[in-house]
T-cell receptor, first 111, second 119 residues
């Protein structure tokens, strides 16, 4: 079945450091890929998405590129801020509306 | 309100009790989803409604779990005879899209969840 694997956290960085959170997926077809973020005390919200190979999703300084050859969708940001501290979930959608999530990666940014 | 609203936010139940969790989606959203999130894990799909029709309930873990959305708006997830393994956060999400193919943008709007603890 479809699955998503994320790097384990927590990831702890200093402000302005470079961020990478790895995500790889297994799917039978050609899924759409997503990053959702959950800030403390809030619900999950869509951060960015890509619907086909080589697409790059971007939002709020975060980027991720859909790599079909490596079945990956790694999340990157050039300079993190304290306000980026949250839990980040990689997800895929192949059929209908069913999102399949990874386990989540906690990001802590210290000033 | 502007977002997806869930109640109660916290529920403690004794093993064997029945519980009901409510979800109030964003007004006008056609699709509604329930997910279960165990501690330290990502959300796992339970069931999906398009308006009042339950189109997919493949993720419900047992026949003790039941969901309904009788008027195509508010939804209730009911768990009968709760067990300790039912302890989790139950997330509701809604989407304006009908879903499937080109109509599905994949953007789900999530509530803050209902945390269920079964003692």
């Amino acid at each position: 079945g479809n699955s998503v694997t994320q790097m384990e956290g927590p990831v702890t960085l200093s402000e302005e450091a470079f961020l990478t959170i790895n995500c790889t997926y297994t799917a039978t077809g050609y899924p759409s890929l997503f990053w959702y973020v959950q800030y403390p005390g809030e619900g999950l919200q869509l951060l960015l998405k890509a619907t086909k190979a080589d697409d790059k999703g971007s939002n709020k300084g975060f980027e991720a590129t859909y790599r079909k050859e490596t079945t990956s969708f790694h999340l990157e940001k050039g300079s993190v801020q304290v306000s980026d501290s949250a839990v980040y979930f990689c997800a895929l959608m192949e059929y209908g509306n069913k999102l399949v999530f990874g386990a989540g990666t906690i990001l802590r940014v210290k000033s | 309100g502007a977002g997806v609203s869930q109640s109660p936010r916290y529920k403690v139940a004794k093993r064997g009790q029945d519980v009901a969790l409510r979800c109030d989606p964003i007004s006008g959203h056609v699709s509604l989803f329930w997910y279960q999130q165990a501690l330290g894990q990502g959300p796992e799909f339970l069931t999906y409604f398009q308006n009042e029709a339950q189109l997919d309930k493949s993720g419900l873990p047992s026949d003790r779990f039941f969901a309904e959305r009788p008027e195509g708006s508010v939804s209730t997830l009911k768990i009968q005879r709760t067990q300790q393994e039912d302890s989790a956060v139950y997330l509701c999400a809604s989407s304006v899209s009908k879903g499937g193919g080109a109509y599905n943008t994949g953007e789900l709007f999530f509530g803050e969840g209902s945390r269920l603890t079964v003692l």
